[in-house]
């Protein structure tokens, strides 16, 4: 049986209304399924101007909402990705901020690590003098110095319980960052005797007075370091040692004694103490508390009995 064109046409038509029926219903089925994407999204922004090279802190922010059209590819988007970073440049109120334009506090060198009232002062030691390798950032240690004059040695400790910022340019810092920079710089060489390096720079946390007593020793003597236990915070007043106190009698008192004069009585070199960040340091030893005058007391004798009686 032939078609006329009047029927192809209208089967035509009725296979075209099929499909876009069809068509419809999937697209339906689709959006059905989909969610809906937000309108805006709410990011962290500045409440007022931070200058550059700031430590950004939770109360300098507040959530604001934005077209995600609108906001850049790195925008920081939630106040976790702040915490413990620095403003590279100065950040503006009110408006996003991208991730090129802070940075982690532990990249921005040694000035972010020094605990407010301190200063951060280094000191070269020896392998000796850096209790061998064992003294890492963070640690706590007392600073020792000897002396020598007129070939007697003298060793006092000159400043107890200081933070140990650095030890040869390696500061406190992530296990991953500290990985990532030894893999992108690779192996220095530095200047070595024995396959180990003359000296360490090994960076203390000091208040000024101790950084001008730790400078002078360091100038008039040689320092080490003793490396102090976990938790140990415990200051003590330390009379210094003497190389004549280990080994012999005073060495001026032997020389008097040759001249037949007196020998004079050894004078106790003063002690340093440590103190807050905003006192001075004290020489001369710990202070001596006043002492309560005694009072008189009477003797009571009874037959063979002995008593002592204080009168209130």
Known sequence: MRLTRQASLVIALVCGLLAAVGAWIWISQQRAKTTKAPTTIEVPVPTQVIPAQTEL?????????????????????????????????????????????????????????????????????????????FVKPGNRVDVLASFERDKEVVVRTVVQDVQVLSVNQDTARAEGEKAAEGSAEGEKTTARQGGRAATTPVTLALTPAQAQVVLASEMAGKLRLALRATGDVGVAALPPANSWSLTGPWPKAEKAAAEGEKAPAPQQAPVVVNTAPTGPTTWGGPPVPPQKPRRPSVEVIRGGQREVVTPE
């Open 57 to 133: 802190k939770p109360n300098m922010f507040r959530r604001a909402a934005f077209e995600p059209g609108k906001l850049p590819s790195d925008v920081v988007t939630s106040p976790e990705m702040l915490q413990n970073q620095v403003s590279l440049i100065e950040l503006p109120p009110e408006q996003p901020i991208r991730q090129g334009d802070i940075a982690p506090k532990s990249r921005m060198g040694l000035a972010f690590a020094v605990p407010r009232g301190y200063r951060a002062l280094a000191v070269p030691l020896d392998i000796v003098g850096n209790v061998g390798d």
